[in-house]
């Protein structure tokens, strides 16, 4: 995770968000894994309990469960609301 020097705000790479760029608590959207109809499944926005993977990336996004106990492949950082 970098900074933008004028704010403390992380600046988030382009595409998927990296592990290094995930921090616990923080809200995403994810494609949900742990359903039976994951497959048909609109994304979920949640905030971010536990990381389930470790690599720095992965090709559907890193994997987290969410505080409501789905877990999923993170697309993207939610916005601020």
Known sequence: MFFDGS???PCLSADQPTREELLTGMTVEIEQTNA?????ADPLVGDVVRFLSDEHTQPGG???ELESGVTGHVNRVA???
Not at 36 to 40: G, I, Y
Request: hydrophobic letters at 30%; charged letters at 45%; aromatic letters at 0%.
């Open 7 to 9: 704010t403390l705000t």
């Open 36 to 40: 039976d109809n994951a497959d048909d």
């Open 62 to 64: 890193v994997k987290v």
């Open 79 to 81: 916005p601020d609301k």
